[in-house]
Antibody, heavy 121, light 109 residues
């Protein structure tokens, strides 16, 4: 059974930093393209970014609102995905979900339960 | 920045059929956008329903189907059940980026 468990969320002040983790199990993590999606309270889903598998180059792409502030990394030895968030803004307040792919153009087949990141002074 | 547009809300009677659509500000949605559809119920994480326009996951009920319709991606629910009341999101692949629609709140009444 595929499991994705996010952690690391919590209250952070504007301008601050936070690192989220996503522990994966039940599939071959090293082969999967992994993504982060967020959802502001009462709002819709917003794609944050994606990292390819290392065999496919390991590069990441980001949505415009977070480009230059957020980075995504992965540790295949620990089956863990990370989202480093810097220079946080109040509009980054959201539940952050990690997702896993199981094939081409299937970046969001599996979802974690999410972790809440409130950004407030 | 591409904008993906969905109906904000739709209402359907139990047992009825409803079609949700997904349009792109860049023009007609084609299979090359690999449309995905997701269902989200209150307090839950989203769940994938459809990928690459019309392909179902192993867990997707047979009453859900995806297609292209009039330049848009479409999700059709046939024989709607009360448990289908939820928010539905489409997503389009645009090069290295992925763009979600604003969501459609489906009410079963």
């Amino acid at each position: 059974e595929v499991q994705l468990v996010e952690s690391g969320g919590g209250l952070v002040k504007p301008g601050g930093s936070l690192r989220l983790s996503c522990a994966a199990s039940g599939f071959t993590f090293s082969n999967a393209w992994m993504s982060w999606v967020r959802q502001a309270p009462g709002k819709g889903l917003e794609w944050v970014g994606r990292i390819k598998s290392n065999t496919d180059g390991g590069t990441a792409d980001f949505a415009a609102p977070v480009k230059g502030r957020f980075t995504i990394s992965r540790d295949d030895s620990k089956n863990t995905l990370y989202l480093q968030m810097n220079s946080l803004k109040t509009e980054d307040t959201a539940v952050y979900y990690c997702t896993a792919s199981s094939g081409w153009y299937r970046d969001f087949d599996y979802w974690g339960q999410g972790t809440l990141v409130p950004v407030s002074s | 920045q591409t904008v993906v547009t969905q109906e904000p809300s739709l209402t359907v009677s139990p047992g009825g059929t409803v079609t949700l659509t997904c349009a792109s500000s860049t023009g007609a949605v084609t299979s090359g956008y690999y449309p995905n559809w997701f269902q989200q119920k209150p307090g839950q994480a989203p769940r994938a329903l459809i990928y690459s326009t019309s392909n179902k996951h192993s867990w997707t009920p047979a009453r859900f189907s995806g297609s292209l319709l009039g330049g848009k991606a479409a999700l059709t629910l046939s024989g709607v059940q009360p448990e289908d009341e939820a928010e539905y999101y489409c997503l389009l692949f645009q090069g290295g980026a992925r763009v979600f629609g604003g969501g459609t709140k489906l009410t079963v009444l």
